[in-house]
């Protein structure tokens, strides 16, 4: 690995023989476009990954309730080790050379929006106000709360956690990883599993550390709900990455005998009582003021 190739990498977390099984076509698109750009993956399975030459595979065991924060964990890692990374979901596919280009401190977002307008919208959506996104602002604002952080008065983005860039920035990137983990198991104890752009754009402010759009102009990529979106809107055809849509398609849809869809099923839900369980009891016992009043 010469000098120029430690200046940059692409991760992804990614766990699941369905997710690993689409990051396997995004080890392919890179090793096609970009190899020279080393790609980190944070993983259940790491053995799946070591014949790739230009993955470097690490192990993970999640820590929270659900995936959705772990992303954190091959963000670190990468920073650890490169002064850029780019986090791309694993289930995203690239599909042009990505151009060499510097990155500024901070975080470059490819979409990104004002939290307080993503919540406006979200709860605008209907002709009644979502009793859904009502709950989650409500929860959200709590968080703000527990960093000590004024909605009303600080600015705070809304991240879309698909692609987006992180450069070290003096420390700030640490503390923004720092203040992710701590309000991110908030979050989940407390029932949003999901949705870490709140808990990204939250850490982000309380480090100080600067988020930016870009439209990453010259990164093609392939993302099924963005891609529905900009048909939908005339702006690209539904033939022109067929292709993706149709792998995608077979790899998260396989035809499984009944009883195998049970079973797995069941295991899901039985891991997910498994890591609620765990969680509660760890917060609990280390610091239940802050996580449950």
């Not at 977002?109 to 307008?117: F, L, P």
């Not at 979502?130 to 004024?150: Q, T």
């Not at 790899?251 to 369980?277: A, D, G, Q």
């Amino acid at each position: 690995m010469n000098l120029k190739q430690k200046e940059f990498c692409i991760c992804t977390y990614v766990a699941g023989s369905i997710y690993r099984a689409l990051a396997k076509n995004l080890v392919q698109d890179l090793a096609k476009y970009a190899p020279e750009i080393p790609f980190i993956i944070y993983t259940d399975k790491p053995q799946e990954f070591e014949n790739y030459s230009n993955v470097l595979a690490f192990g993970h065991k999640r820590q929270g309730i659900l995936h959705y924060h772990e992303r954190r964990f091959a963000i670190q890692k990468a920073l650890s080790m490169f002064k850029s990374c780019m986090y791309i979901d694993s289930d995203v596919r690239i599909c042009a050379p990505i151009p060499n280009r510097e990155w500024l401190p901070g975080i470059t977002a490819r979409s990104c929006t004002g939290m307080i307008k993503h919540f406006q919208e979200r709860i605008n959506k209907t002709d009644t106000p979502s009793v859904s996104a009502l709950k989650k602002f409500e929860l959200f604002k709590k968080m703000a709360n527990k960093l000590n952080i004024d909605i009303e008065k600080e600015d705070v983005t809304w991240i879309n956690e698909f692609l987006f860039v992180v450069t070290r920035d003096s420390g700030k990137e640490e503390e923004f990883l720092q203040n992710w983990e701590k309000i991110a198991i908030y979050a989940e104890v407390n029932g949003l599993h999901k949705h870490p752009a709140y808990a990204m754009g939250l850490a982000a402010t309380k480090a100080n550390l600067r988020v930016r759009h870009d439209v990453m102009e010259g990164v093609d990529f392939f993302d099924d709900r963005i891609e529905k979106i900009r048909i939908s809107k005339g702006q690209t055809s539904s033939k022109d990455k067929l292709k993706y849509f149709e792998t995608q398609k077979k790899i998260e849809n396989p035809r499984n005998p009944i009883f195998k869809k049970i079973v797995k099923k069941v295991n899901k839900y039985v891991e997910y009582l498994y890591h609620f369980v765990r969680l509660r009891v760890t917060t609990i016992l280390s610091n239940y003021n802050f996580y449950y009043r």
